[in-house]
């Protein structure tokens, strides 16, 4: 994280239900949902099989053509068509970025090299939604009334270097989405993973191929990935918690190199009826009465009955020792 996420949002905002509010308050700690659980069924797909294709189609032509001269391809490309053949197909690009995409987050035959877990907040783009929240999120993640519990942004980044030190295996990033129909800040938030991404493209393309350079591919690709979303979540702006925990395959390499190293737990929470997997932020670092969540409110949503339900988060805050703002949004209730 960057500092001027802390100062484009001093708070984070993070939209849930009273099962969510109780656990945060109980646990002290946040989930992050597996990234192929999210809500937005098109996450990763819009960059990688939308977007990603248009920025690597120049670097893998060059790439293509550079290995259609090499002495030693020569009769491998007599077996698909020739040199002409091979340097114009329009399908490579897809075919490398579909493979990319199956060996990085796994399919149906093959396990992933990384599994992405996911934590959302939002940030207000306004004083007015930073006191009573966003209509479009009470309405989206709160059904039956929902709660809004605000962060402290800075403290926030401070856990997340703690959980860093405590599993090392784990991959942490926090920050702000980048919509699809902003190409401006697209090329300056994320210039430097696309150039990576490109170089470890460039070395993969090559004779011999470098072996280490898909690997070095991997955290770039999720950055631009999982902070690449449709311009219709535009208002939401969204800052989010990636963490990024090995497969299967690449934990028991680091159990190897490294057999003291223990990999974070996975654990599972309930929706719609399904076991959805999730990890749990923060766990043994902050804890209740002492080490607390950097939580600085909590704003109840639009409800017939919000001065009740505050009146029941105070109950809850007062049972745990925790002194903590509670408002309620003047943001109209609407029975549906």
Not at 81 to 89: D, E, H, V
Request: charged share 20%; proline share 6%; hydrophobic share 40%.
């Amino acid at each position: 994280m960057t500092a001027t996420i802390a100062e484009a949002y001093p708070e984070l905002f993070h939209y849930t239900d009273i099962v969510g509010l109780k656990g945060i308050i109980e646990s002290q700690t946040l989930w992050a949902t597996h990234a192929a659980f999210l809500n937005d069924v098109t996450e990763t797909r819009l960059f990688i099989k939308e977007r990603l294709p248009a920025i690597l189609n120049p670097t893998i032509a060059q790439c293509t053509a550079n290995l259609a001269r090499a002495p030693a391809n020569q009769s491998l490309i007599a077996q698909h068509g020739g040199k002409k053949k091979i340097t114009q197909r329009k399908s490579i690009t897809t075919e490398i970025t579909t493979g990319i995409f199956n060996a990085l987050f796994g399919n149906q035959t093959t396990p992933p090299y990384v599994e992405p877990f996911v934590t959302s907040f939002c940030g207000a783009a306004t004083a007015r939604i930073a006191e009573h929240g966003l209509l479009s999120q009470w309405r989206g993640y709160t059904k039956n009334g929902g709660y809004a519990i605000t962060f402290n942004t800075a403290k926030l980044y401070t856990l997340l270097r703690k959980e860093a030190e405590k599993w090392p295996g784990n991959t942490l990033i926090l920050n702000d989405a980048i919509y699809s129909n902003d190409v401006k800040k697209l090329r300056f938030k994320l210039g430097t993973q696309i150039k990576e991404i490109k170089t470890s493209i460039t070395q993969w393309l090559q004779v011999p191929p470098n072996p280490q350079s898909l690997e070095n591919l991997y955290i770039p690709l999720i950055q631009c990935a999982y902070r690449f979303k449709h311009w219709g979540f535009r208002e939401e702006n969204e800052v989010r918690i990636i963490s990024v925990l090995p497969g299967k395959e690449l934990a028991e390499a680091h159990r190897a190199h490294a057999p003291g190293v223990t990999m974070k737990p996975r654990w599972n929470f309930i929706r719609a009826g399904m076991a959805v997997p999730c990890i749990h932020l923060f766990e043994g670092i902050t804890r209740l009465p002492d080490k607390p969540l950097p939580i600085t409110r909590i704003i109840v949503g639009p409800h017939q009955n919000k001065d009740e339900r505050r009146r029941a988060v105070e109950s809850l805050l007062g049972q745990h020792r925790l002194n903590i703002q509670v408002s309620v949004s003047e943001i109209p209730y609407v029975d549906h």
